[in-house]
């Protein structure tokens, strides 16, 4: 039997691209608690403004990335995508430690953009082909507490820069993510659905014709909508729920970080869990249960974001980040499944890095927008604002976004004796 048959490798591959997520997560973010320690070195990063350059630039790249990655994650085989992806945003990682310009981290974090653009449609296809409808959210909602705790652990960065240096944190972090693509060379799989002998991947149609099919779902685009407002408090809390913590709880960067990205990321783990579970169940007996699950996550996040903006206590401000990052796992966890009721097979990771791009272009507008929030001093003010645009989102998806079964091939049920 071939590695990829057996009952538990489905699983294996979850705990392998979970570290993969880790890392993504974790280099991306580290540079959003370590901005203090860093102007000392290169003082444009003591401007908010040029600070929210440096992080929006990095999600325009990727954003622009994203379809482009998805076409290529349908069309070749996904474990050099990630393990070539990997491998370069750890080198730029390792690179950063060495930057003593804004201009070069400008840079570098541009080409970051590109190479962790490349892993988010190659990983979570790569999941989904293994898992149907009775394990899929799971195994999703797994693999982005990887992301979560890398978000948490990158909050850290402040802390470690600030006992060390930024330029040995950049230096530890790169030469973690680089060894561990070595390691996946040996254990990661492609999923092959053309036969025992076949190396490539499933989808012979054109990219013309893979967007053509998709341009004509009324359901995808609907999807793509939603996705993308939903993504404007998501990437808020990434990048600037640290300084909000700061300003408003009046701490210092080394422990507004911590605090601000392990309490939403403990609790999105929590959220993706539960939501994961409750979303296979449910979708068995219910072809919108995965619409409900996501909602009912998403309308938690509604309150969260009126008290992170208008709280001024250490209480309140974990209270409304614990009930935000369980709304938001909930709601994150969900998304690829969704889309697995909403497009076929060949096009699901072109369908879902045109999600990414979409969502992480109104990442890098808020992001740019809060920059100068908090330069003017109402982020906190313009972060309860973003409940309207929740509301909006649930709006379009309770009365518009309605999934279908499709039929799976080359899906092997594990679940049999």
């Not at 990682?93 to 892993?119: K, P, W």
């Not at 960065?157 to 006992?163: E, F, L, S, V, Y």
């Amino acid at each position: 039997m071939r590695l990829t048959e057996k009952k538990s490798y489905r699983w294996w591959l979850v705990a392998l691209l979970w570290g993969v997520a880790l890392l993504n997560y974790m280099d991306r973010q580290m540079l959003a608690t370590m901005r203090p320690s860093m102007q000392t070195d290169i003082p444009e990063l003591a401007s908010a403004a040029n600070f929210g350059r440096l992080m929006g630039i990095f999600l325009w790249i990727y954003g622009c990335m994203s379809p482009v990655s998805g076409m290529i994650a349908d069309r070749f085989n996904r474990k050099w995508i990630i393990v070539g992806s990997l491998f370069v945003w750890s080198g730029v990682t390792f690179g950063m430690g060495y930057a003593d310009h804004f201009n070069t981290l400008y840079v570098l974090r541009a080409i970051m953009g590109v190479s962790e653009a490349l892993y988010i449609p190659a990983g979570l296809s790569l999941i989904a082909d293994f898992h149907d409808d009775r394990t899929r959210s799971l195994a999703v909602g797994l693999h982005m507490t990887g992301l979560y705790l890398g978000q948490a652990i990158g909050g850290f960065g402040a802390t470690i820069a600030a006992n060390y240096s930024w330029h040995t944190t950049f230096h530890s972090f790169g030469m973690v993510g680089m060894l561990y693509a070595l390691l996946l060379l040996l254990f990661l799989q492609e999923k092959n659905n053309l036969g025992p002998d076949a190396g490539g991947r499933i989808n012979n149609d054109t990219v013309a014709r893979s967007l053509h099919h998709l341009f004509q779902n009324r359901g995808f685009w609907l999807l793509v909508l939603y996705f993308a407002i939903s993504s404007l408090p998501g990437w808020a809390a990434k990048n600037w729920l640290p300084t909000l913590f700061a300003e408003n709880l009046q701490l210092p960067m080394s422990k507004a970080g911590p605090i601000a990205t392990i309490t939403v990321a403990v609790s999105s783990f929590i959220g993706v869990l539960f939501g994961g579970a409750l979303s296979d169940k449910w979708v068995t007996k219910h072809i919108r249960g995965r619409i409900y699950t996501s909602a009912i996550g998403l309308a938690l996040t509604i309150p969260s974001l009126l008290l992170l903006g208008f709280g001024n206590s250490i209480i309140s401000a974990i209270i409304a980040a614990v009930c935000f990052g369980i709304g938001y796992g909930m709601f994150d966890g969900n998304n690829m499944p969704i889309l697995c009721q909403l497009v076929p097979v060949k096009q699901r990771a072109t369908g879902y890095g045109l999600m990414n791009m979409s969502g992480v272009f109104f990442g890098a507008f808020i992001t740019d927008i809060l920059g100068k929030s908090s330069d003017a001093g109402r982020l906190g003010k313009d972060f309860a604002m973003l409940a309207l645009i929740v509301v909006a989102a649930l709006a379009v998806q309770l009365v518009f976004l309605k999934p279908r079964r499709l039929q799976e091939k080359n899906i092997p049920d594990f679940n049999k004796t």
